[in-house]
């Protein structure tokens, strides 16, 4: 099982960001994708998770509105779309397998988005 | 939500002596049809991701040494290793996995 992730972003205060997560080793619709997210020097924050085949998903409460979480089963692949970025958003940001009420056994390297002006 | 706190925050062994870290969570993560509670232990590196220690509270995951063992249920939960190892220094959390949101513990940081 591996699981790839885009490269580290840099962006404004406002503007948004798209992380993608290419999943292989194993079937992409039968797992939940996790999106995980950890500030610098800070812990671990679950933001929510979508189905392999896209057809649920669940957003942490304090990100509702803000986030979009998809995939493309074509291509095996999880995106986290995250809007009106503030600096509070900087963090490294995790692709997991699972739906939240699993262990997480599988991660993928992290991406690192940096919200400044 | 379920609240994760972990005690101590940090915590300084030395090497081949036993770390113990605990972890309680603000209600029970015990499943009642089959008796296992949903806490799993990471250990996390500079510059990595998580790496699953244990899951279902006491079980280890394949591959990791028999040092590290987890203990605990209900609403109470320990990380034992038994003989540090150089190695072991990293951050290490607790999760629950009972219900969404899942949540993670504060982390606790061990050094030698």
């Known amino acids: 099982v591996q699981l790839v992730q885009s490269g580290a972003e840099v962006k404004k205060p406002g503007a948004s960001v798209k992380v993608s997560c290419q999943a292989s080793?194993?079937?992409?619709?039968?797992?939940?994708i996790s999106w995980v997210r950890q500030a610098p020097g800070q812990g671990l924050e679950w933001m929510g998770w979508?189905?392999?085949?896209?057809?649920?998903?669940e957003y942490a409460q304090n990100l509702q509105g803000r986030v979009t979480m998809t995939t493309d089963t074509s291509t095996s692949t999880a995106y986290m779309e995250l809007r009106s970025l503030t600096s509070d958003d900087t963090a490294v940001y995790y692709c997991?397998?699972?739906?939240?009420?699993?262990?997480?056994?599988?991660w993928g390297q992290g991406t690192l988005v940096t919200v400044s002006s | 939500d379920i609240v994760m706190t972990q005690s101590p925050d940090s915590l300084a062994v030395s090497l081949g002596e036993r770390a113990t870290i605990n972890c309680k969570s603000s209600q029970s993560v015990l499943h009642s049809s089959n008796n296992e509670s949903s806490l799993g232990w990471y250990q996390q590196k500079p510059g990595q991701p998580p790496k699953l220690l244990i899951y279902w509270a006491s079980t280890r995951e394949s591959g990791v040494p028999d040092r590290f063992s987890g203990s605990g249920s209900g609403t109470d939960f320990t990380l034992t290793i038994s003989s540090l190892q150089a190695e072991d220094v990293a951050v290490y959390y607790c999760q629950q996995y009972y219900s969404t949101p899942c949540t993670f513990g504060q982390g606790t940081k061990l050094e030698i």
């Open positions: 080793g194993y079937s992409f619709n039968s797992y939940g």
């Open positions: 997991a397998r699972g739906a939240g009420v699993d262990p997480i056994c599988y």
């Open positions: 979508i189905s392999g085949d896209n057809a649920n998903t």
